[in-house]
C-alpha cells in the first residue's frame, strides 16, 4: 500500500509538470495578460484562444479573447465570448458589449446593456462614471436617429490621408477656401483647420482654449491688412467640449461646424446653426443626422451652392492615418426614407457602405462628375472672374456668357450688393474696437453710427441672393426662348 501511495504521488507530479509546461517561444496567459493590459490584443488572443479550449465556460477568459476580437473589429465573434463574460458577472463584459452592439448599430440592446453594466457597478457599490451615462444617451439619440435616415444622393468618395483631407475639397471660388495656416496664409493656430469666405476678409477655425475644450473663433481682416486678435463666435455655439472644423454657406448666416458635445452619438458630428442677426447670437445647432454623422468621427461639412455639391469627411471606415470624403447633392429640404418601402438595410444607408444604394433609379453623375474635373483643371490654369450655376450643370464664368442683358445686368447688381456689404462690414471692423476704448460723447457717437451701419447691413444681406435668383431666372427664360 505504501508503495502504491508513492507511485500515486509521483505520478500526480508528473502530471502537474506536463499541465503547466509551455512550448518554447509560446506565450504563457499571464505573458498574455500583459499584453492585453498594454493594449496588444493580437498578440495575446491566440493565448485565450487555447486556454479556452481546455476551459470553455472560464469568464475571464471569454472576456479577454472577446474584447480581443471586438478590437480587431471581429465584432459577431466577440459577441459570443462577450455574452459568456456577462453571464458569468464578469463586471466589464456588459460594456464592452454595448460597445459592440454601438458598432453594429444594434442601439436598443446597447442601451440594455449598459444600463446593466451601470447596475452592476451600483450592485459592487462603485460609482457608475458619468460616461456611461453618455453613452446611454448616444444610443438612444442613435436609435432615433436610425428611424429618420435622411435620402440624399452620395455620388462619389474617396479615401485619402487624414492630414491633409482638405487638398481635395476642390471648391469654386465663391464657397471660399478651407485649409490650415501654411495653406491659408493666415497665422491661426498650428493642427488647425480654418475656412475662409471668398471676399477673405474672415477667418474662421476651432481653437483650443484652456478650460473649455476646443472652440469656434474668428479673425477679421483689418483695412491695413492685418488680422484682428482672435474671438470666439458669439453664444449659442461653444460648449464646454470640443468644436472645430467650421464651414458658411454664401449667406454669411449658416454654418455647419462638428462637436463632440453631449448631442454627439460618436466623436465628432456635424451641426448645422444660423446667426440671428438681430441680436447678433447664434440658434440652437442641430445634429444634421445620418448618413452624415455616425458613430465615429464625421466633420467638414462644406457645400458648393455654384455646383450644388456637398462635402463631409468621415473615419467610419477606420483606416489608421486615412479618412474618406463623400461627394453628395444637397436636399433643398430633408426628406428621410420611409422604412416600410425600401430594401435595402437602413443600417447600410446609414453607413453608407455602398453610394450606388442612395441613388435614384437610373441615375448617372459622369456629367456632373466630369464637369467637376473641369472646374479643378480651370482653377489650376487661371482663377475665374466667378463661377454662376444656372440649370442643370450650366454655369457661367464671365459676364459675356449671358444671353440675356437683363440677367447680366441683374448679376451685376448682386456684386456690387457684395461689395457694398464688405465695405460696411470692414468699417464696422474698425469702428467696434474704437466704442470699447471711448468714452463720453465720442463712444455715444460711435454707437449710433455702429447701431445704423448695423440696420443697414440688416437690410443689404438678402440683396445679393436676391438679385442671382432674379438673374437666374432671366437667363433661363432668354435660353428656353432661344431653343
Known amino acids: 500500500m505504501r508503495l502504491f501511495r508513492c507511485f500515486f504521488k509521483y505520478l500526480l507530479t508528473i502530471g502537474i509538470f506536463i499541465s503547466t509546461v509551455v512550448p518554447a517561444g509560446a506565450l504563457t496567459l499571464n505573458e498574455a495578460r500583459e499584453l492585453y493590459k498594454a493594449g496588444k490584443y493580437e498578440e495575446a488572443a491566440p493565448v485565450f484562444k487555447a486556454q479556452l479550449k481546455r476551459r470553455p465556460n472560464d469568464g475571464s477568459l471569454n472576456h479577454w479573447y472577446g474584447v480581443c476580437l471586438f478590437h480587431e473589429k471581429k465584432y459577431d465573434e466577440a459577441e459570443k465570448y462577450l455574452k459568456v463574460g456577462a453571464k458569468r458577472k464578469v463586471l466589464e463584459s456588459p460594456h464592452f458589449l454595448g460597445d459592440l452592439y454601438m458598432a453594429l448599430y444594434r442601439f436598443d440592446e446597447a442601451v440594455e446593456r449598459y444600463e446593466e453594466y451601470a447596475a452592476n457597478l451600483e450592485k459592487a457599490k462603485k460609482q457608475v462614471p458619468d460616461s456611461i451615462q453618455e453613452a446611454i444617451a448616444r444610443a438612444r439619440k442613435a436609435k432615433l436617429m436610425l428611424q429618420h435616415v435622411e435620402q440624399v444622393q452620395i455620388i462619389d468618395s474617396l479615401i485619402v490621408d487624414a492630414d491633409s483631407f482638405f487638398a481635395s475639397f476642390k471648391?469654386?471660388?465663391?464657397?471660399?477656401?478651407?485649409g490650415t495656416s501654411e495653406t491659408l496664409g493666415i497665422d491661426i493656430p498650428e493642427n488647425t483647420i480654418g475656412y475662409v469666405p471668398e471676399r477673405e476678409?474672415?477667418?474662421?477655425?476651432?481653437?483650443?482654449?484652456?478650460?473649455?475644450?476646443?472652440?469656434?473663433c474668428t479673425m477679421n481682416k483689418l483695412i491695413d491688412g492685418k488680422w484682428s486678435k482672435t474671438a470666439p463666435l458669439p453664444d449659442g455655439v461653444n460648449t464646454d467640449r470640443d468644436e472645430a472644423y467650421p464651414f458658411f454657406l454664401n449667406d454669411g448666416v449658416t454654418l455647419y461646424f462638428a462637436s463632440n458635445g453631449g448631442n454627439s452619438i460618436g466623436g465628432y458630428d456635424i451641426f448645422i446653426t444660423r446667426l440671428n442677426l438681430e441680436n447678433n447670437t447664434y440658434l440652437k445647432p442641430e445634429n444634421v443626422g445620418m448618413p452624415f454623422n455616425s458613430?465615429?468621427?464625421?466633420?467638414?461639412?462644406?457645400i458648393d451652392e455654384m455646383l450644388n455639391i456637398g462635402w463631409f469627411v468621415s473615419d467610419r471606415e477606420q483606416i489608421p492615418g486615412k479618412v474618406t470624403i463623400y461627394l453628395f447633392i444637397p436636399n433643398e429640404s430633408k426628406r428621410t426614407y420611409n422604412l416600410d418601402e425600401i430594401t435595402?438595410?437602413?443600417?447600410?444607408?446609414?453607413?453608407?457602405?455602398?453610394?450606388?444604394?442612395s441613388w435614384p433609379e437610373n441615375a448617372d453623375y459622369t456629367d456632373l462628375l466630369r464637369q467637376l474635373d473641369e472646374i479643378k483643371e480651370a482653377k489650376k490654369e487661371s482663377r475665374p472672374d466667378f463661377?454662376?450655376?444656372i440649370h442643370n450643370g450650366r454655369h457661367y464664368t464671365t459676364l459675356d456668357q449671358f444671353t440675356s442683358i437683363e440677367a447680366?445686368?441683374?448679376?451685376?447688381?448682386?456684386t456690387e450688393a457684395r461689395k457694398n456689404i464688405a465695405q460696411l462690414e470692414s468699417k464696422l471692423s474698425v469702428m467696434r474696437p474704437q466704442y470699447k476704448q471711448a468714452q463720453g460723447t465720442?463712444?455715444?457717437r460711435l454707437s449710433a453710427e455702429i447701431l445704423a451701419l448695423e440696420s443697414q447691413l440688416l437690410s443689404l444681406y438678402a440683396q445679393p441672393g436676391e438679385y442671382e435668383n432674379r438673374a437666374r431666372k432671366a437667363e433661363i427664360d432668354a435660353l428656353n426662348k432661344r431653343h
Open 387 to 389: 463661377v454662376f450655376a
Open 295 to 302: 458613430i465615429y468621427n464625421d466633420y467638414m461639412m462644406a
Open 171 to 178: 471648391m469654386t471660388p465663391e464657397s471660399g477656401r478651407i
Open 201 to 216: 476678409d474672415k477667418v474662421f477655425f476651432g481653437m483650443a482654449v484652456d478650460g473649455k475644450g476646443k472652440e469656434l
Open 408 to 414: 447680366r445686368n441683374l448679376y451685376i447688381k448682386a
Open 344 to 357: 435595402t438595410d437602413i443600417k447600410s444607408l446609414a453607413l453608407i457602405r455602398s453610394i450606388r444604394d
Open 442 to 444: 465720442t463712444r455715444q
